[in-house]
């Protein structure tokens, strides 16, 4: 389609934009209707030929004609923030130059602009708000870029938080997927934060939720973006690792090395450890549209919290690709309780039975081994029957029926020969529960996994639990014996 004259000033005169073009002496030769709109200007002749100091529009011209000058030998301006006087009012603006050539040679410059003075106004009212993203920071942006001449930095980021709101974390991701982008889109939910509002106040809570925040801007500050999603759930658009193996160095740098998950916030009343489990999948490898996308990150995150909690899960197809979430979300502790049931009177002998039991309970409980101390103060293990260790200590740090540890911290204290036999067995985290009746103990049960700050979920303790009944019961008032 030929672009004719009258195509030509329609299009410049639906614009938005005040647009303006001058001569090679910076004298207005055109202006659109948005920018007569702004002015109040019926028509252009009261400007036509006249400069901007003719017209009195700044109360300092110099530094916007030195501004023009340079365009006029060939630089262009992009974005300049400035001021103008508007029917006798000092408004903010932010402007756009360029050089106009004709056969090869600059005759004047075109420009326009946006007012800005609502936008900046608002910005002020952020004052005692966190604020972790800048106007240049978000610029670097193509989306934010263009939506910050429309949107305040307030209306943009969380107030508590300072990171990007919800909807625009949202409205960015489906931007890059409509340019065709890549990137890795990850949900990141913090363990347990009810137990953090409930035990030490919504205050302290709001607290440990900027202080996450900061630590992930600052770990992605430069590649990547940090959204609220909502409560203490967070969205990280990371543009630089999409490839499998950059994913994980990703994730194993921030819950790892860089003192961004599993830390210590140091509160009023303490230090809290703060662990949060991420769920991650990539545009366009895993998916190609951000519905797609964002049930594949909502899937990755729920095994992740069904794996214990406090690690991440990178989507792969051939892995998880026939995992229903409903399935992972309507899990019932009771569906539990009865299968374990069943499998665990397959057997005759104790071993037998628990044999039988433990490829679902270790299913259910993510783990791959299941261990017995016997009174003799041996532990043993299920499947493997190269393991025996005395571990005559066991019962220093059992105080209750069920003892839990995230770490071997109180392990390491008070039960060193336990403590030098999980370290042997590579446990860094685990479970003890006691066997027996109200007034004797038969044993223990013990189970671990080789991840540190493993959080071990209440259903997980109640079928572990449940688990070491149905043993004290198979054995009755006989010894705790795997033989």
């Known amino acids: ?100 050539y004709e056969n090869g040679e600059i005759v004047g410059l075109v420009g326009s602009f946006v007012d800005i003075t609502d936008v900046l106004s608002r910005q002020s009212r952020m004052d005692g708000h966190q604020i972790l993203y800048s106007i240049d920071s978000l610029r670097q942006f193509r989306f934010f870029d263009k939506l910050l001449d429309e949107k305040s930095l307030d209306e943009i980021l969380d107030s ?169 979300r309507n899990h019932s502790i009771f569906i539990d309780m009865y299968k374990l049931r069943n499998l665990f009177g397959k057997g005759a002998s104790l071993r037998e039975r628990l044999s039988f039991a433990l490829p679902y309970f270790s299913e259910v409980i993510q783990i791959t081994d299941l261990y017995v101390i016997d009174l003799d103060s041996r532990l043993k293990a299920v499947l493997d029957n190269n393991v025996n260790y005395e571990v005559e200590d066991v019962s220093n740090i059992l105080t209750d029926d069920m003892f839990k540890e995230s770490s071997l911290d109180r392990v390491s204290e008070k039960c060193p020969s336990l403590y030098r036999a999980l370290s042997d067995l590579e446990i860094k985290s685990c479970m003890i529960v006691r066997v027996g009746n109200e007034i004797v103990t038969s044993g223990y049960l013990l189970c671990g996994v080789n991840r540190k700050h493993r959080i071990w979920q209440d259903s997980e303790c109640a079928l572990f639990y449940y688990l070491s009944s149905l043993v004290s019961n198979s054995i009755k008032n006989s010894l705790l014996q795997l033989i």
């Open 1 to 100: 389609m030929k672009l004719s004259l009258d195509l030509y000033e329609s299009i410049i005169n639906t614009a938005q934009d005040c647009v303006f073009w001058k001569d090679k002496d910076r004298r207005f030769v055109g202006v659109n209707q948005a920018f007569l709109d702004y002015y109040g200007f019926k028509d252009n002749s009261c400007l036509i030929g006249k400069t901007d100091e003719d017209m009195g529009w700044h109360s300092d011209p110099e530094p916007y004609k030195q501004d023009e000058l340079r365009v006029l030998q060939g630089e262009s301006t992009y974005k300049v923030i400035g001021k103008c006087i508007v029917r006798g009012e000092e408004r903010d603006i932010i402007a756009s130059k360029r050089p106009l």
């Open 160 to 328: 508590l938080t300072g990171v990007v709101s919800r909807a625009y974390a949202l409205n960015f991701a489906n931007d890059l997927i409509a340019s065709n982008i890549p990137f890795s889109f990850t949900i990141l939910d913090l363990d347990n934060f009810k137990f953090i509002n409930d035990t030490y106040g919504h205050s302290t809570g709001d607290f440990v939720l900027q202080e996450i925040t900061k630590s992930l801007v600052n770990y992605t500050r430069g590649f990547g973006l940090i959204g609220r999603f909502g409560g203490d759930e967070l969205l990280i658009i990371n543009l630089r690792d999409v490839k499998y193996t950059d994913k994980q160095k990703f994730f194993t740098d921030m819950y790892n090395d860089r003192n961004v998950m599993r830390r210590n916030i140091k509160i009023k009343d303490g230090n809290l450890f703060v662990t949060g489990t991420s769920g991650c999948a990539s545009f366009p490898e895993d998916a190609d549209n951000y519905n797609d996308l964002f049930t594949l990150i909502d899937k990755s995150l729920y095994l992740g919290k069904n794996k214990g909690r406090n690690c991440y899960v990178i989507y792969m197809k051939d892995k998880y690709e026939n995992v229903e979430i409903k399935d992972i």
